[in-house]
T-cell receptor
Framework: GDSVTQMEGPVTLSEEAFLTINCTYT??????LFWYVQYPGEGLQLLLK?????DKGSNKGFEATYRKETTSFHLEKGSVQVSDSAVYFC???????????FGSGTQLTVLP | DTGVSQDPRHKITKRGQNVTFRCDPI?????LYWYRQTLGQGPEFLTY????????KSRLLSDRFSAERPKGSFSTLEIQRTEQGDSAMYLC???????????FGEGSRLTVL
């Protein structure tokens, strides 16, 4: 079945540092790929998505590129802020049901 | 607030009791999903509805679990004869159509003693 493997945390960075959170996937067919973010005390929010190979999703300074050849969708940000502290989940969706398969999440803490 | 709302936010119960969670999706959304999230893990799919029809159920959804969406609006998730392993956050999400973005509620946290 489909699966998502995500870089384990927690990750602690200083403000303005470069962020990479690795994500690889296994899927049949051609899934869409997502990054969700969960801020403390809040529900999951879609951060960015990519629907086909070589697509780049971007939002709030975060980027991720759908790499079919390496089955990866790594999340990057050039300069993190304290407000980026959250749990980040990589996910893929089944093309028909749209049900999401999530990775285990990466806790990011950004220190001032 | 017109987002996805879930009730109750927290539920503590004794093993063997029944519990029911309610989800009110965004009003025009025809798809509604239930997920379960345990500590340190990502959410796991349980089931989803398109309007009032339950279209798919995960193997995680044992016979003690039942979900309904009787009028295609709100949904309930009932767990009968709760076990300690049922302790988790139960998440609801809704979307407009199959291609629509999923919007998640804040979840209902269940603790089974």
């Amino acid at each position: 079945g489909d699966s998502v493997t995500q870089m384990e945390g927690p990750v602690t960075l200083s403000e303005e540092a470069f962020l990479t959170i690795n994500c690889t996937y296994t899927a049949t067919g051609y899934p869409s790929l997502f990054w969700y973010v969960q801020y403390p005390g809040e529900g999951l929010q879609l951060l960015l998505k990519a629907t086909k190979a070589d697509d780049k999703g971007s939002n709030k300074g975060f980027e991720a590129t759908y790499r079919k050849e390496t089955t990866s969708f790594h999340l990057e940000k050039g300069s993190v802020q304290v407000s980026d502290s959250a749990v980040y989940f990589c996910a893929l969706s089944d093309p028909l049901s749209r049900q999401l398969t999530f990775g285990s999440g990466t806790q990011l803490t950004v220190l001032p | 607030d017109t987002g996805v709302s879930q009730d109750p936010r927290h539920k503590i119960t004794k093993r063997g009791q029944n519990v029911t969670f309610r989800c009110d999706p965004i009003s025009e959304h025809n798809r509604l999903y239930w997920y379960r999230q345990t500590l340190g893990q990502g959410p796991e799919f349980l089931t989803y509805f398109q309007n009032e029809a339950q279209l798919e159920k995960s193997r995680l959804l044992s016979d003690r679990f039942s979900a309904e969406r009787p009028k295609g609006s709100f949904s309930t998730l009932e767990i009968q004869r709760t076990e300690q392993g049922d302790s988790a956050m139960y998440l609801c999400a809704s979307s407009l159509g199959a291609a629509g973005e999923l919007f998640f509620g804040e979840g209902s946290r269940l603790t089974v003693l």
